[in-house]
């Protein structure tokens, strides 16, 4: 590689394989997220059609849902948390995905709500451009299996 007119190399170790395929083949959104082939998958609000794609899914609030993605643009509409944690399986996930900037919802009002409704926050990602996800799930030690 040249930079500055000068040639540069630059030692990567044994990862440089592995590195270049994530490179090569980086992770769908959906992979980030940790949806899985068979997970009960719930969409509650209006949510990017490209995101969604061919994931199976219901746009209504299904019983023991794996992952319920639940599309909040206010800070009001956090208060549903509770009544979605009812449909959430004991090792389920709701994802928060929220407007980035702007103030309308900011991750600490996600994280008091969650923990309002008996979750707790264990992950953050960048959903889109535009938007971001929180992940929020049962506490293990509140979990009935």
């Known amino acids: 590689m040249r930079w500055n007119d000068r040639d540069v190399r630059i030692h990567v170790g044994r990862d440089a394989a592995k ?16 949806v899985k ?8 609000g209006k949510i990017d059609e490209s995101f969604l794609g061919d994931l199976e899914r219901s746009n209504r609030l299904r019983k023991e849902s794996d992952v319920i993605f ?16 009812k449909s959430l399986a004991p090792a389920g996930a709701i994802w928060v995905i929220r407007p980035k ?3 309308a919802i900011t991750e600490a009002e996600v994280m008091a709500a969650g923990k309002g409704a008996g979750l ?10 535009t938007h971001t996800a929180e992940k929020l799930v049962i506490p293990i030690s509140a979990r009935k299996v």
Request: charged share 35%; net charge positive.
């Open 70 to 85: 639940f599309a909040a643009n206010k800070s009001e509409e956090l208060d549903r948390l509770a009544d979605l944690r």
């Open 101 to 103: 900037g702007g103030g």
């Open 19 to 34: 590195w270049a395929e994530k490179i090569r083949n980086p992770k769908s959104v959906a992979d980030k997220l940790g």
């Open 120 to 129: 707790v926050d264990v992950k953050v990602v960048r959903f889109s451009e």
């Open 37 to 44: 082939s068979g997970h009960r998958i719930s969409v509650i």
